[in-house]
């Protein structure tokens, strides 16, 4: 069993949005396939590791509710319960928006 702690150090990239109808949103993401979102609406997050060879790229050909969508999983097992409709909603624009930011 190999006991030695390996660190790694990487750089994220962030995003800020603050959007007239959804308030702000906060996005990092980094090459490890990992996506936060820090809101009025909440904090989430998901992980993909089979993304291609470009995680930025990824996340700019997926659709709103796909990421939407996985973040309303981890809300679930957090929390128990089902994402309310209103947050949803707000998520789902800002996550619109950063989507269209990736692809400018």
């Known amino acids: 069993m190999n006991t030695e702690i390996k660190i790694t150090k990487n750089k994220a990239e962030t995003v800020y949005i603050n959007h007239p109808n959804a308030s702000y949103g906060i996005f ?5 396939g990992d996506l936060f979102l820090n809101s009025d ?15 930025k790229g990824f996340l700019s050909g997926c659709n709103a509710e796909y990421i939407v969508g996985k973040f309303a999983i981890n809300y679930r097992e957090v929390s128990g319960k089902k994402m309310p409709p209103y947050k949803e909603e707000k998520i789902t624009i800002l996550v619109e928006t950063f989507i269209q930011s990736l692809n400018e």
């Open 28 to 32: 990092c993401f980094n090459k490890d």
């Open 41 to 55: 609406w909440g904090l989430y997050g998901y992980g993909w590791r089979a993304y291609g060879k470009s995680f």
